[in-house]
T-cell receptor, first 114, second 113 residues
Framework: NAGVTQTPKFQVLKTGQSMTLQCAQDMNHEYMSWYRQDPGMGLRLIHYSVGAGITDQGEVPNGYNVSRSTTEDFPLRLLSAAPSQTSVYFC?????????????FGPGTRLLVL | DAKTTQPTSMDCAEGRAANLPCNHSTISGNEYVYWYRQIHSQGPQYIIHGLKNNETNEMASLIITEDRKSSTLILPQATLRDTAVYYCIVRAFDQTGANNLFFGTGTRLTVIP
């Protein structure tokens, strides 16, 4: 298993540009989520999904959209990038319903918005 | 979910046990204690979790006080590769399956040669 994969590893955007951060997992996990981590801070939850076709907002959802059309993929869209969205983005997944399960995190995408 | 308090940083000599404390005085009866760690620039890694009994796995031990208001993560023989930020997270079981984690700023553990 590849686990949780994220692409790209690093991205530079100009203010106002749009992009999609990709996240995929091959463990047939029901639960997937996106976090952002700013320097010196812990991770903050952006959006999450408990299964295909189901998404919900986390702590800091503004400026981000998600969809979950398949179990494997959970892309994060920035519609109009802002410098405040400069951060490291982590995707995570776990088996759903029994949410004492371990979460597996991807390697992260480092985003710089100029 | 209950709030946790952890020291900002700690040092530990290589080969010694590292004891990382966490206070969670407002924990509810149905809330679990989780520990994750984040090695520089990588995604967080699960270590261990428990409800009220002490737990041990191949990575660490988790000691939860009888009143459950605090816990200690023990790395029995710290190595340089254990240098990381350690997060203590308290959360309840969610019937919807939303396995959301709320991270604080954690404890930065530095293992010294």
């Amino acid at each position: 298993n590849a686990g949780v994969t994220q692409t790209p590893k690093f991205q530079v955007l100009k203010t106002g540009q749009s992009m999609t951060l990709q996240c995929a997992q091959d463990m047939n996990h029901e639960y997937m989520s996106w976090y952002r981590q700013d320097p010196g801070m812990g991770l903050r939850l952006i959006h999450y999904s408990v299964g295909a076709g189901i998404t919900d907002q986390g702590e800091v959802p503004n400026g981000y959209n998600v969809s979950r059309s398949t179990t494997e993929d959970f892309p994060l869209r920035l519609l109009s990038a802002a410098p405040s969205q400069t951060s490291v983005y982590f995707c995570a997944s776990s088996r759903g319903k029994r949410n004492r399960e371990t979460q597996y995190f991807g390697p992260g995408t480092r985003l710089l918005v100029l | 979910d209950a709030k946790t308090t952890q020291p900002t940083s700690m040092d530990c000599a290589e080969g010694r046990a590292a004891n990382l404390p966490c206070n969670h005085s407002t924990i509810s009866g149905n809330e679990y204690v989780y520990w994750y760690r984040q090695i520089h620039s990588q995604g967080p890694q699960y270590i261990i979790h428990g409800l009220k009994n002490n737990e041990t796995n191949e990575m660490a031990s988790l000691i939860i006080t009888e009143d459950r208001k605090s816990s200690t993560l023990i790395l029995p023989q710290a190595t340089l590769r254990d240098t990381a930020v350690y997060y203590c997270i308290v959360r309840a079981f969610d019937q919807t399956g939303a396995n959301n984690l709320f991270f604080g700023t954690g404890t930065r553990l530095t293992v010294i040669p």
